[in-house]
Nanobody
């Protein structure tokens, strides 16, 4: 299986930006569809953004559309989430996930998950 490790989280003021990275090992990331999910305190995990194996197709939750950009660099075995114009409601643990058989917004489509990285947006 593939192992995923997120990084880049931290504390940022509203309106600021962060870039999250998800580095993969154990298997080449190029064969996987990838996604970012997040889970805020007391909230359910929700889909944030997805990208297919080649990077030619992306999908975004309405709450982040126009502010977040998902991308991937298969040569570096890394997926990114560029987050701009951050809002306090973006505060959550962000996790990357890999799917080898499907591509969608449901968390049960993704077999492999990272540990997550905390993003905190202050007012």
């Amino acid at each position: 299986q593939v192992q995923l490790v997120e990084s880049g989280g931290g504390l940022v003021q509203a309106g600021g930006s962060l870039r999250l990275s998800c580095a993969a090992s154990g298997h080449t990331l190029s064969v996987y569809n990838m996604a970012w999910f997040r889970q805020g305190p007391g909230k359910e995990r929700e889909f944030v953004a997805g990208i297919n194996w080649s990077g030619t197709s992306t999908d975004y939750a309405n709450s982040v559309k126009g502010r977040f950009t998902i991308s991937r660099d298969n040569a570096k075995n890394t997926v990114y989430l560029q987050m701009n114009s951050l809002k306090p409601e973006d505060t959550a643990v962000y996790s990357c996930a890999a799917a080898d058989r499907s591509y969608g917004r449901s968390r049960d489509e993704y077999a492999y998950w990272g540990q997550g990285t905390q993003v905190t947006v202050s007012s």
